[in-house]
């Protein structure tokens, strides 16, 4: 009986396991959903198309510049991709030896895939999704069902989701999912929304420029929310979108998401990347910009601007001892790292002295592998935690990392330091003080499931710290945002930080990128007059305080380490992130 026993337990196991894999192998070999087909119907996606094509216009002969762009992260390879488009020859010089700046990634010794950041596609990035298109990659794409799932800290192990209905049109098919919830705002609450969120349908982008000065707190209290609505989907939304808690973020944040989800169909359902993102988004960018005649340098790092009598480039000089000439120049790096290369006789210019005002936001990103299976949802997941902001199985989620028996979860850690509401100062933090927070976060949303006796243990984790990632959008910032053209005739700007109507974000820096792209066609092509030739106005405070102000010498880049060029690192290292 014994042996009969152990025989059937042996054979049920065996039956399990191979049903594990046939299913993981059906997964791999499902065709996968494709682009929602309403996105591409949306005003802001035609927008995106009618820019790719008048800058997809060949310039003529006489036109063509050569165009050294600085970084290469995602606005600097699109600001590329686009430049070539339109008959131009664009050199990227990329500090680092891996591309994607904020969103790269690298494999470790067990060809495993560190990530900078879990990056998730929305359908409200029509940049974006015009570029897969455009680079013919769009079923790289894994999209998920149309939901956005929370956690229930008040239900350990319970989730609830808000579901958005097939075929329905929005704004409709928001309100169905938002009415269809009764788990998480009472329908009081939700009436007491509507006040604040009104204006912002009938006025539009004008109505939530102006909520820039408020905090999402401010705003709620102007607007008689209630605090229930802040407990439970602003904190989520705010450590997701800039990685804060909302009292210390601007409402214009929350607003330009809500808009875009409220008012486009499919504006919210997520996608994620079949891999990662140096090489299934960057590469192809590359391809694009080499088969057109441009260039792409890694492990070049910018020493200096230089800057000729006229006030305009020179030259830019590199680490290595070398000048690079161009007849047009773009920045494509990170706020903080373009202060540290701000030249000299350019620092007392208000244009550029407002970028002072504008500072990277410090966040972590935690990769956990597990030896069991964990139960999980089949997309991104708002945690509704004090220590995390949003997190996947990517072991379930993403087709290229999928494992029937073992989870690998990708948390994002926010906030990350005193400043933007975190007890401690995480940032600086021991990988082991990180991963054991994170596993007593995840003890509650798992629990039984991690850690204890039969729990899943823990077999490998990364822990990569951005100390400066995209700007921090505090109440203000978008007034210091410069536009992309900026005073110097032959110096342009581009990155996420810069003025565009989109967050700080992979659709900003991709739409930040184009601009920029737009800016030199334009000018290359005599069209002076263009809207991209205009130059935004600086305020008021920052015009009288550079009267007078003596110039400052950049200070430079210092090290060679990832977090030195703005990107993000493994472990605390030597430098304790004094160069952060």
Known sequence: LPRRMMLRTATISLLAALSSLLSVAAAAHAPRPPTPSRIKLTQNFREAAALSAKLADPATPQQRKKVAVIGGG???????KYLSDAGHTPLVLEA????GGKVSAWQDADGDMIETGLHIFFGAYPNMMNLFQELGIEDRLQWKAHRMTFAMPQLPGEFTSFDFPDGVPAPLNMAAAILGNTEMLSLLDKVRMVPGLLPM???????????DELSVKEFMDKYGMPETVNEEIFIAMAKALDFMDPDRMSMAVVLTAMNRFINEADGS???????GQPERLCAPMVDHVLSRGGEVRLGAPLAAIEVGDDGQVACLRLADGSSVEADLYVSAVPVDVFKKLLPASWSTMPFFRQTEELIGIPVINVQLWFDKKLRSV???CFSRSPLLSVYADMSTCVEEYADADRSMLE????PATREVGADRNWIGASDAEVVAACLGELSRLFPGEIGGEGGAELLKHAVVRTPRSVYAATPGRNRYRPSQATPVP???LAGDWTSQK???SMEGAVLAGKLAAEVIADRAAGRAAATSQTLKPVHEEVVAAAEGAAPREPVGVRGRHPIAFGGGQQGLGETKFEHA
């Open 74 to 80: 995602l606005s600097g390879l699109a600001c590329a």
């Open 96 to 99: 680092r030896d891996v591309l």
């Open 201 to 211: 349908l009938l006025e539009g982008q004008p109505f939530i420029d102006a909520q």
């Open 269 to 275: 359902q997520t996608a994620f990347l079949d891999g």
């Open 378 to 380: 089949d997309g991104l």
């Open 411 to 414: 948390l994002v850690f926010a």
């Open 490 to 492: 032959n110096f342009v």
């Open 502 to 504: 989109f967050l700080g």
